[in-house]
């Protein structure tokens, strides 16, 4: 340290030489030459100590602040960063030589800056301090990052404003835990308000301590006249009375027993209450218990619902429920119902007298054990695909009586469909028509000898016209030929013998077809197949019309009743078709499938109406159905005015032509030979 004399022109150096015992040495310097001119020694002791605990305390502060999450940070009287802790980098990802020279505002989006500064203007003009700043800035990726600022001012000895001091502390994950809490109690809150519920809390003793603004239209009171009040103040005396025993025994020992739903169990009440007009309504209460962090029971929270209409309609839905169950067990069926799980939830005393068993063994699937063996699969099948479509069913099966025999019932089930139009199960019933069955069987027998009888004869007038009347025209025709050689020369004579001979050809040709019509030797000897393809042609030839026939995976064999069956129904429909449809193109199709045969007829003609398809006054369509129900086979029709007509005959082939044509098939799945199909008629 220089020290200089302005009046003798001398420069003093005072120097320390030393630095210890607490001991200094003072020279001084006169033109270049040292010379001592003191010593001074003084106790620093103290100071040094002092000193010692400033490092202390500053190297601690260094430590807490570069391990702390929180950014520590400085700015100028300008806000402009004059020192930026090392968090900033996790934080906003920054380095802190970014941040020196920029401003707060800076790392802002635009609005959120103006808004912030138009908070921090006043507060820094007033050089005070702030806490819980909350600020939203731009991370370097693009991010939102959500702080909160802490700042004191810095002031000199002097008092003079240099800037700000402050920590900022990432709140994003908090803001937003903050922001889904104030959302949720938002919607609580708003639904509290529009609910038509009244929300309602009850202290240790069951009276009211709050009450929500429903209890107006409620009850006609305003909250402020029911807090104090308990529930039993509300309600007739004898309600009261039924009421108070349950109150005791809840406020007693606080359990919410009732009803459990999920892991909240939830107290359910149904009570009458009087409004404040006199009326009585009927209230349905939802209630959990309040406990203090220390477990103590402090009331109960809940809800109140004004359910006195829906308690009317259930009064008029169990009376409905009794008149009905009054009826179904007084009528002369077996009623049933199911619900939405398919399980059996009611039979009438008809089905539980019929069997013999009580209603516990016949609920769910009880009931099945009674179907007969041979009906079971089918039955329960059946009812589980009509179950699962929604759809209507019709179904025969054999159940066993209480004396053990087995009945046969007509069972038919319909979807019960609730007000709102959900789904709600099935509802059925069932008839005994095992004397039906039985009278159906006989019918059948005397139809079928009825049409053995029919074809016995068709065979034997076909054969008839075949073998005798076919013969002995054409024997006439010889004759006619002989006596046309015999006759003089007359051409007149000759002419009248010559259409004499071609009238006997037409008549014999005739003959032959009618023979084959009602009798085909090709379906004795060649198989369906031949004879459906003879048939159509021979149909197309007389009535100048165009028959399209197909046929694939046809066995080689087939009964000779289901052979017979179907070419009755193929002679019916093209006959109807070619008579009817007013179109000359037509098509038929055989078809082997795995089980059974097919035959579909088909024409684009004028149609007619389905449901008129069996009351007509032809027997054609009725002849087809009784012919095959004689073969367990079904007919079904499509058919529109305007838009054709579909006749499908489906016949089920007994197991041994069921095996025959599976071993048929290739192993390759394809059919034995290929698929047929021929154009026969009239060629345009």
Known sequence: MLIASKAKKQQYVIAVTARCCKKWRLFAEIDGCPLPVFDMEWDVTEPERTGQALRDSEERLRQLVSTSNDWVWEVDANAVYTHAGPQCLRILGYEPSEIIGRTPF???????????????????????????????????????????????????????????????RDVTERERVEQAIFDSSQRLRHLIESSNDWVFETNQSGAYTYAGPQCRELLGYEPEELIGKTALDLMPG??????????????????????????????????????????????????????????????????????????????????????????????????????????????????????????????GNGWAD??????????????????????????????????????????????????????????????????????????????????????????????????????????????????????????????LIVDAQQRIHEIAKDAQSLSHRLHSSKLDYLGLAAAANSFCRELAEKTAVNIKFERAGMPQTLPKEVSLALFRVLQEALQNAVKHSGVKDFTAVLRGTSGAIELTVTDSGRGFEEEEAFSRQGIGLISMRERLQLVNGELSIQTKPGSGTTIRARVPLPKSASQALAEERRPDGGQVGPISQESIGLIS
């Open 106 to 168: 800076d790392l802002m989006p635009p609005e959120e800056a103006l808004r912030v500064a138009s908070i921090f203007k006043p507060i820094a003009a007033e050089r005070k301090a702030f806490w819980g700043l909350r600020n939203i800035n731009l991370h370097r990726d693009g991010r939102l990052i959500v702080l909160e600022t802490n700042g004191v001012p810095i002031l000199d000895a002097d008092g003079r404003f240099h800037g700000y001091r402050g920590i900022d």
């Open 238 to 363: 004898d309600e009261a009375d039924r009421v108070r025993e349950e109150f005791k025994s809840f406020y007693a020992e606080p359990r919410p027993v009732p009803r459990q739903e999920g892991h909240r169990r939830v107290i359910v009440w149904q009570t009458k209450r009087i409004r404040k007009d006199g009326r009585e309504v009927v209230w349905e209460t939802n209630g959990v218990p309040i406990f203090d962090e220390n477990g103590a029971f402090r009331g109960y929270r809940g809800m109140i619902r004004d359910i006195t209409d829906r308690y009317r309609a259930e009064q008029v839905l169990r009376e409905s429920e009794e008149r009905f169950r009054l009826v179904a067990d007084t009528a002369p069926v077996m009623i049933w119902s199911s619900g939405t799980d398919k399980r059996c939830d009611y039979f009438n005393r008809p089905w539980l007298e019929f069997t013999g068993r009580p209603l516990a063994a016949e609920l």
């Open 370 to 495: 009674g179907i007969h063996p041979e009906d079971a699969a089918t039955c329960l099948q059946n009812y589980r695909d009509a179950f699962d479509q929604r759809r209507s069913f019709e179904m025969h099966y054999r159940l066993r009586r209480h004396d053990g025999e087995y009945r046969w019932l007509l069972d038919i089930g319909v979807p019960r469909i609730d007000a709102d139009g959900s789904f709600a199960g099935y509802i059925g019933s069932c008839i005994d028509i095992t004397e039906r069955k039985r009278a159906e069987e006989a019918m059948a027998s005397i139809g079928r000898r009825l049409i053995e009888a029919h074809e016995e004869e068709r065979t034997r007038i076909g054969r008839e016209l075949h073998d005798d009347i076919g013969q002995r025209l054409a024997l006439l025709a010889v004759e006619l030929d002989r006596w046309n050689q015999m006759v003089p020369s007359s051409p007149e004579l000759r002419k």
